[in-house]
């Protein structure tokens, strides 16, 4: 997965990644040659007592060290830049990408495994790709070529590499295979780590409330023990790679003495070459060295890759029209046809068989019990997931032929949690409409009945926002996310339980005040209060997932036993009459 | 240095391992001293293989006496670099995993506002990316530091048994690449410390634009939420290069360095040889030496850059660490046995900000098992004084207190203990229904479980779930629960919890009515012989209260029952005809 994901995402930078190879061929081939050069000044300087030869000689080397040295700083320097630039990309890709998955997708993974698998796991590509370009590509060009400089010194001798080489070999692909599955659990420890870390963050005023937080320390002192239980195996194999390779290259370095020994006396080869020998050997352990060193992050890598490329081939289940229709017909017309949504692997549909209509200037209300597919139905028709069978039509277009830009902008949607984005009172109301004048931002706070509360901040419309707006209370947070649909002045709004934290009179109010701005546009409206909905041109009563009444207030409460008893459970016989 | 306050912080955690650092130290010695010997065997080696061509006659008794040793000596190095190494890696894990529960248990020692203050995925970034950061550069710091500093100390000795003058040929490069590295170095060092901070920058905004997604697509906003993504995502592209850049280059620089030693030295050996001074089987181990002496150089260096990077995470966890925690909680006072439940707001003054009263001179009683019912406006403050009363945030001036004694001298968890709440946003952690449910009294039982759910009228739609009560949940799972079913599961936990004060904060605002109805029936039987503070809006939910307090820009309007303040024509009057126009 880490070759395949590496293969598309480094098509921009072949010239470069082809750069570093020719470079760290060229560095790789000087630091072959220097062995080779000290042999000849024992062979030809130190024992014919030619002094001039060794300054000759050690001049030659001196050059090849400083080009291997210009080399190898140009490869890093190009390395750098692939490496960077490749996870630059790879975020940009998965960021990117999220960005066109639907709530279906976004459900599946979650929003803290996307968080990690954009940020964490591409790091850790990044940095294999960084340690490979700069160190590992050097290992089997120094392997290989210490072998073919080993031959040319002494062909017999060289018998000795054929030992060692497949021992080297075994040894470091056992402790691999043992280290790929760790890698795996590894990695899944971590997400553990970070989703209890996470739950910690958001729920900190639960746990206190709830006095829990010797709890949640036990809960959290159980994964960061599994973690560091499974980080101590992985650092066991580690611990031996280093010295049993170390170990193997010493042993190694013995035997060619040994045996050399023999060829010497035997006169087959000078000392200067047995000397040189035994430098190719260190050369190609050396190499073998550094990468067992760094092999290990090839399968934390590997299973990061794995988790980036799920996302990227996830694709969304809402899919953009190859020829999207830029014309409404009938601009304010929101109609559902006998729609049915269920989620993958699910049994039974949320909603089935839902079928209405509204028209500009109606408002169409949707009222049920919890768990009935209200927001369900409304998340279809900003088209924040496609329907499983039937069409959801704005304007008079199946919303799945409509462009995307031209449906977000007839909608204003205020879904059920209320969430704000980190920024000042301006910026989230103008999340929607990024040319609204502050006239108009002001306009929509004092229809959502806002403005007191703005007003009395400091800094006003520039008054900052955390995260989630928990830095506002609920009904401030709830009013807030009303003005910034407002802002956008839609033709169609869909209101998903936005009145549920107000108080009754500020209900009133906002209704009172969202009429006269609405009476235009069209409105859906999912509810839990029979107050909010009773003036609603229809009602839509849902049970089950399934349509059981459409009709007004006065209509249904006759006629409709399921509508009649929500209504009753609410308010007095009088009051509903 | 910059970074030193950060390493004497972390000093005591370190020195916590002191004897594991202690043994992986020895063994580490050890085992240097055993490698050195390697080299210098070989050495004697090449020495007889010499002599023996020379005058064609080669000791192998002698050849393979020395032979032995210099595989016992590698043999017996690896050996104890194994336990040097495994001494290490347990040192640094057990140095982790405490950093890991330090953060941990900061969390719950901040006070409430700055955990909600910050961009939640700036701090996970902090435990997470900077903690796994770290984890690597002391893993690499113990687990491979020590070694090549002994090994450059014990070559040096060897070399300089040898041969003083090729030795301190060899010392001339040390300061030279020293210098080098460190000019190096500190270049690496901001660009690593701008790295983490952007990593955590972008983990922020990606964790945000996750978070809100489907604001997002709904608002057509994904190209100014990739915009906004870009600029960040571009400078942590741009700051990991130059990191990269300088750290990378230290290596290809200390073997630079490492070679022009070796080429000295094979070229003032070879003279020394030349003038009968030194033995070729010298130079032979000389030049190895030189290998041995100058490859620690390059190994520290390359190891230079993920120090680095794991200091300045190191600096970033550091920070969170420390950060201003709330006032500690007395130590040594005995809890009552039971609670009464009589709470009293004296003269209490709170601002969420120094110099912006939200609530001035505010005094309330609740006498023990009534219940009082707050009600006002969104924003004049109900939530305020929820979070005053369980000590999430602590008040200016004046004194809340419980029974008689005030809070602010009891343990936190001693009064919260004593409350429970239903918070307005719902919160469940990764786990099954019924663990949901017992949070509050994680020695329940399944029929108390059960009970309980019943209570909150959560049971019925637990159990048309696939795996009822075992089903596993979380925060993020939007799709499994609505909004009104994951208030009902918290409903449910606050009825296990059996407390002797309730608070109620706007919570069943997102129960549809059939089931609000139930729910009220049920808090009913709830609250009795309980204190209970109900925050409500449907006024007809408290009309039996035995306390409605109306609230208005954080003072109290008026207080008293639902007929005494119907008469009065006040403010209450006002909200109740305004409801009632409303469902008229």
């Keep these: 997965m880490l070759i395949r994901l590496l293969r598309r995402y480094l098509i921009p930078y072949r010239w470069l990644v082809v750069a570093v190879m020719g470079l760290q061929l060229v560095q790789t081939a000087a630091a072959l040659l220097l062995p080779d050069l000290s042999a000849d000044i024992i062979d030809r300087g130190v024992l014919p007592s030619d002094v001039g030869a060794i300054w000759r000689l050690g001049g030659v080397m001196a050059a090849i060290a400083l080009v291997q040295l210009v080399c190898a700083v140009g490869a890093v320097i190009v390395a750098a830049r692939v490496s960077s630039c490749l996870a630059g990309d790879l975020r940009t890709a998965l960021f990117g990408h999220v960005q066109t998955f639907s709530a279906r997708e976004m459900d599946r993974f979650g929003a803290p495994s996307l968080v990690t698998r954009t940020t964490n796991d591409v790091q850790q590509i990044q940095m294999v790709v960084q340690t490979t370009l700069t160190f590992l590509v050097t290992a089997p060009l120094m392997c290989a070529g210490g072998i073919v400089f080993a031959l040319r010194q002494d062909l017999p001798l060289s018998l000795l590499l054929v030992v060692i080489v497949p021992v080297l070999a075994t040894v470091t692909r056992m402790i691999m295979r043992r280290m790929a599955p760790l890698s795996a659990v590894l990695q899944a420890t971590i997400d553990t780590v970070n989703r209890i870390m996470r739950e910690q963050i958001t729920g900190q005023r639960v746990i206190r409330a709830f006095v829990k937080e010797t709890h949640e320390q036990a809960r959290f002192a159980e994964a960061n023990d599994r973690l560091t239980e499974v980080s101590l195996r992985v650092g066991r194999l580690m611990a031996l790679i280093f010295p049993v390779v170390t170990a193997l290259a010493g042993v190694a370095g013995v035997a060619v003495v040994w045996i050399g020994a023999g060829r010497v006396d035997s006169g087959a080869i000078g000392v200067g070459a047995l000397s040189a020998f035994l430098g190719y050997v260190l050369q190609i352990l050396g190499a073998a060295i550094m990468a067992t060193y760094l092999l290990p992050q090839l399968p934390r890598a590997e299973v990061c890759a794995r988790r980036a490329a799920e996302v990227l081939d996830t694709h969304s289940s809402v899919v953009t029209p190859r020829e999207p229709a830029r014309s409404m017909p009938d601009p304010g017309r929101v109609e559902l046809r006998d729609v049915a949504f269920h989620y993958p692997g699910a049994e039974t549909a949320v909603v089935t068989g839902v079928g209405f209509a509204a028209t500009a200037g109606e408002t169409v209300a949707i009222i049920g019990g919890t768990g009935s597919g209200k927001s369900t139905l409304l998340k279809l028709i900003p088209r924040l997931a496609d329907t499983s069978a039937g069409a959801v039509l704005v304007g008079g277009v199946d919303v799945r032929d409509l462009d995307r830009e031209m449906l977000s902008r007839t909608i204003g949607y205020v879904p059920q949690r209320r969430f704000l984005f980190s920024g000042t009172i301006a910026t989230n109301l103008r999340f929607g409409a990024p040319d609204a004048s502050d006239d108009d931002l002001w306009r929509a706070l004092d229809i959502a009945q806002a403005r007191a509360f703005v007003e009395d901040l400091p800094g006003g419309l520039d008054a900052p926002i955390s995260q989630g707006g928990t830095n506002v209370s609920g009904g401030q947070r709830q009013r807030l996310a009303i003005a910034r649909a407002l802002a956008r002045r839609p033709r169609i709004y869909v209101f998903d339980d936005s009145f549920s934290a107000l108080d009754y009179a500020t209900d009133a109010r906002l209704r009172e005040a969202l009429a006269a701005t609405t009476a235009e546009a069209t409105v859906i409206i999912v509810a839990q209060r029979v107050n909010t909905i009773r003036d609603a041109d229809r009602i839509v009563v849902l049970d089950d997932g399934h349509v059981v009444g459409i009709g007004t207030h006065h209509e249904l409460f006759d006629a409709n036993p399921t509508y009649r008893e929500i209504v009753l459970s609410q308010l007095t016989g009088a009051e509903a009459a | 240095m910059k970074t030193s306050p950060t390493v004497r912080r972390l000093w005591p955690t370190l020195t916590h391992q002191r004897w594991l650092f202690a043994g992986s130290l020895a063994t580490g010695l050890v085992s240097v001293a055993l490698a050195a010997a390697g080299p210098w065997l070989l050495g004697r080696g090449t020495d007889l293989v010499l002599d023996g061509a020379l005058r064609h006659d080669l000791d192998y008794t002698g050849l393979s006496r020395v032979m032995l040793a210099a595989a016992g000596a590698y043999a017996a190095a690896g050996l104890f670099a194994v336990v040097q190494a495994r001494a290490a890696n347990l040192a640094v894990q057990r140095v982790l995993r405490t950093l890991r529960a330090d953060v941990e248990d900061k969390l719950t020692r901040l006070p409430l506002g700055a955990v909600d203050g910050q961009r939640r995925g700036e701090v996970l970034s902090r435990v997470t990316n900077d903690i796994d950061n770290l984890g690597i550069a002391l893993q690499q710091a113990f687990g491979q530091l020590v070694i090549p500093l002994f090994s450059i100390v014990a070559t040096l000795a060897v070399m300089f048994w040898i041969s003083w003058l090729l030795a301190l040929i060899a010392c001339v490069t040390a300061p030279l690449s020293i210098g080098a590295a460190a000019w190096l170095i500190k270049r690496a060092q901001p660009a690593f410390a701008d790295q983490w901070r952007h990593t955590g920058e972008v983990?922020?905004?990606?964790?945000?634009?996750?978070?809100?997604?489907?604001?997002?697509?709904?608002?057509?906003?994904?190209?100014?939420?990739?915009?906004?993504?870009?600029?960040?995502?571009?400078?942590?592209?741009?700051?990991?290069?130059?990191?990269?850049?300088?750290?990378?280059?230290?290596?290809?620089?200390?073997?630079?360095?490492?070679?022009?030693?070796?080429?000295?030295?094979?070229?003032?050996?070879?003279?020394?040889?030349?003038?009968?001074?030194?033995?070729?089987?010298?130079?032979?181990?000389?030049?190895?030496?030189?290998?041995?002496?100058?490859?620690?150089?390059?190994?520290?260096?390359?190891?230079?850059?993920?120090?680095?990077?794991?200091?300045?995470?190191?600096?970033?966890?550091?920070?969170?660490?420390?950060?201003?925690?709330?006032?500690?909680?007395?130590?040594?006072?005995?809890?009552?046995?039971?609670?009464?439940?009589?709470?009293?707001?004296?003269?209490?003054?709170?601002?969420?900000?120094?110099?912006?009263?939200?609530?001035?001179?505010?005094?309330?009683?609740?006498?023990?098992?009534?219940?009082?019912?707050?009600?006002?406006?969104?924003?004049?403050?109900?939530?305020?004084?929820?979070?005053?009363?369980?000590r999430f945030y602590e008040i200016d001036s004046g004194r809340i207190s419980l029974d008689g004694a005030d809070i602010a001298t009891m343990p936190r968890r001693h009064l919260r203990s004593r409350i429970g709440m239903v918070l307005q946003d719902t919160w469940l952690f990764s786990g099954t229904i019924a663990d949901n449910i017992a949070y509050g009294a994680s020695d329940a039982t399944r029929d108390q479980v059960v009970a309980a759910a019943k209570a909150a009228h959560a049971d019925r739609f637990i159990r048309t779930l696939p795996e009822g009560y075992d089903t596993v949940v979380d925060d993020e799972g939007g799709s499994a629960l609505s909004a009104g079913e994951r208030q009902l599961l918290t409903i449910a936990r606050a009825f296990l919890a059996d407390p002797a004060i309730l608070i109620l904060d706007e919570a069943t605002s997102s129960v549809d009515t059939r089931t609000e109805a139930l729910i009220q029936q049920a808090l009913t039987r709830l609250r009795y012989g309980r204190t209970a503070f109900v925050i409500a809006h449907r006024l007809s939910t408290i009309r039996d209260a035995d306390t409605i307090v109306v609230m208005e820009g954080g003072a109290i309007a008026e207080q008293g029952t639902h007929d005494h303040l119907l008469a009065a024509g006040g403010p209450y009057a006002r909200l109740y005809a305004a409801q009632f126009a409303a469902t008229a």
């Design chain 2, 203 to 390: 983990n922020g905004h990606i964790e945000e634009m996750y978070t809100g997604h489907a604001l997002i697509k709904a608002f057509g906003r994904e190209q100014q939420a990739i915009d906004a993504f870009a600029a960040g995502n571009g400078e942590l592209t741009d700051a990991t290069r130059r990191a990269q850049t300088f750290s990378n280059a230290i290596q290809p620089l200390m073997m630079f360095l490492s070679n022009l030693t070796y080429i000295l030295i094979a070229v003032v050996g070879g003279v020394r040889v030349a003038a009968g001074a030194l033995t070729v089987g010298d130079v032979q181990a000389f030049i190895q030496y030189s290998r041995q002496y100058s490859q620690p150089f390059s190994f520290l260096a390359s190891m230079a850059g993920m120090i680095q990077s794991g200091l300045a995470s190191a600096d970033r966890v550091v920070e969170l660490l420390d950060a201003a925690e709330q006032t500690p909680d007395p130590t040594g006072t005995a809890p009552p046995e039971t609670v009464r439940g009589a709470v009293a707001f004296e003269d209490v003054s709170f601002g969420y900000q120094p110099g912006r009263p939200l609530i001035e001179h505010l005094t309330l009683t609740a006498e023990p098992g009534h219940t009082i019912a707050i009600v006002g406006p969104t924003g004049a403050g109900k939530t305020t004084l929820v979070n005053l009363l369980m």
